[in-house]
């Protein structure tokens, strides 16, 4: 139980254009969803936590409108990274929680911008 | 505010061996408590976690955590490792509001000896 996917897995995306990344929790409900991007050989950085139904908060840092999150239903939250640029070039991780109070992770997604 | 500290960035041990990967932890009340391992490209898999109750967890994979509330430890033990068993181990400590949010530590890498 407690499986959370991701797709795509990879992408690689030409300088300007938008990429969206799904995140989904395959056999539970999960109230809340949250998005970490993870550089080379260092921990998690939070990004953003989002609640079914409500405005995604983000961390302080995190431009709200170039990384845009969706939590529309209780097993899907999406993230698209607006105009992305090489810098945005980094490894995604979501992850989902119910009620147990526990996060369960996506695979990640590698975004490689060109 | 909570923190999470992982004092050994790298950790080599022979297989067979016996493992202890070390955190500390901040925080003013009873935590909620994570190791998570994640392998080269993927996401975080839940090793075991600790809310309540038994001090001594056990986990996945042979895993176990001790949670010393004298010592603010909670550390990840294995009696035999596995060369299977090398990545990065992350211990996590809840953020202590309604959010679930996660602290982690900056990460132990286990590099396993044949």
């Known amino acids: 139980g407690a499986v959370v996917s991701q797709h795509p897995s990879w992408v690689i995306c030409k300088s300007g254009t938008s990429v969206k990344i799904e995140c989904r929790s395959l056999?539970?409900?999960?109230?809340?969803m949250f998005w970490y991007r993870q550089f080379p050989k260092q921990s998690l950085m939070l990004m953003a936590t989002?609640?079914?139904?409500?405005?995604?908060?983000?961390e302080q840092g995190v431009e709200k409108d170039k990384f845009l999150i969706n939590h529309a239903s209780l097993t899907l939250s999406t993230l698209t990274v607006t105009s992305a640029h090489p810098e945005d070039s980094s490894f995604y991780i979501c992850?989902?929680?119910?009620?147990?109070?526990?996060?369960?992770f996506g695979p990640g997604t590698r975004l490689l911008v060109l | 505010a909570q923190s999470v500290t992982q004092p050994d960035i790298h950790i080599t041990v022979s297989e067979g061996a016996s493992l202890e990967l070390r955190c500390n932890y901040s925080y003013g009340a009873t935590p909620y408590l994570f190791w998570y391992v994640q392998s080269p490209g993927q996401g975080l898999q839940l090793l075991l976690k600790?809310?309540?109750?038994?001090?001594l967890v056990q986990g996945i994979k042979g895993f176990e955590a001790e949670f010393k509330r004298s010592q603010s430890s909670f550390n990840l033990r294995k009696p035999s490792v596995h060369w299977s068993d090398a990545a990065e181990y992350f211990c996590a400590v809840g953020a202590g509001d309604s959010s679930y949010k996660l602290i982690f530590g900056s990460g132990t890498r286990l590099l396993v000896r044949p």
């Open positions: 992850s989902a929680t119910g009620t147990t109070k526990t996060q369960y």
């Open positions: 056999d539970f409900q999960a109230t809340t």
């Open positions: 989002s609640n079914e139904g409500s405005k995604a908060t983000y």
């Open positions: 600790y809310f309540s109750g038994d001090t």
